[in-house]
Antibody, heavy 119, light 110 residues
Framework: DVQLVQSGAEVKKPGESLKISCSTS????????IGWVRQMPGKGLEWMGIIFPGDSDTRYSPSFQGHVLISADNSISTAYLQWDSLKASDSAIYFC????????????WGRGTRVTVSS | QSVLTQAPSASGTPGQSVTISCSGSSSNIGSNSVNWYQQLSGTAPKLLIYRNNQRPSGVPDRISGSKSGTSASLAISGLQSEDEADYYCAAWDDSLNGVVFGGGTKLTVL
């Protein structure tokens, strides 16, 4: 079975760094895109970016380019989303999801990681 | 403000049919397929429809999708209480070079 298991909830202060993870199993990690989607409190879904672990080809939404980094480690079938300097406005739930093609749909989703940034 | 436009809410009684619409433009729905996701309260989104009208395994055939021009629709017939959720449309946007989502429609089963 395909599974995406995300790391646990985080509470951070503004300016701190953070790296959250998405550990996958049940399929060939290197051959499928992995995307990240943000959901701010009480709001809708926002596409942040996507990575193809096989060659690390990564695309970002203009809204998130330069503020987050998406990466992947093929050796442990895990994708990452990281920030160098968090802002309060980064408080949200972050979902990882397996993409069917770069431009296609997300067929399997992680349960989400809640990130709270507060002083 | 979302690139794809959805009505914020919809409702129906058990057994009724409801349609949720999604409006876009030539750079997204007009030139790419539409996908729909269901998000039950407090859970992760779930793929409901892909490639405009395809259902993943396990999605009942009372749920269907369609696309015409720069708009798409999700239809749910035989409404059940378990259908109460938020529904999002999504499509690749050739101008933005990324996936765009609708703002979501909250479906209430009265």
């Amino acid at each position: 079975d395909v599974q995406l298991v995300q790391s646990g909830a985080e509470v951070k202060k503004p300016g701190e760094s953070l790296k959250i993870s998405c550990s996958t199993s049940g399929y060939r990690f290197a051959s499928n895109w992995i995307g990240w989607v943000r959901q701010m409190p009480g709001k809708g879904l926002e596409w942040m970016g996507i990575i193809f672990p096989g060659d690390s080809d990564t695309r970002y939404s203009p809204s998130f380019q330069g503020h987050v980094l998406i990466s992947a480690d093929n050796s442990i079938s895990t994708a990452y989303l990281q920030w160098d300097s968090l802002k309060a406005s980064d408080s949200a739930i972050y979902f990882c999801a397996r993409g069917v093609g770069m431009t296609g749909w997300f067929d399997f989703w992680g349960r989400g990681t809640r990130v709270t940034v507060s002083s | 403000q979302s690139v794809l436009t959805q009505a914020p809410s919809a409702s129906g009684t058990p057994g009724q049919s409801v349609t949720i619409s999604c409006s876009g433009s030539s750079s997204n729905i007009g030139s790419n397929s539409v996908n729909w996701y269901q998000q039950l309260s407090g859970t992760a989104p779930k793929l409901l429809i892909y490639r405009n009208n395809q259902r993943p395994s396990g999605v009942p055939d009372r749920i269907s999708g369609s696309k015409s021009g720069t708009s798409a629709s999700l239809a749910i017939s035989g409404l059940q209480s378990e259908d109460e959720a938020d529904y999002y449309c999504a499509a690749w946007d050739d101008s933005l070079n990324g996936v765009v989502f609708g703002g979501g429609t909250k479906l209430t089963v009265l």
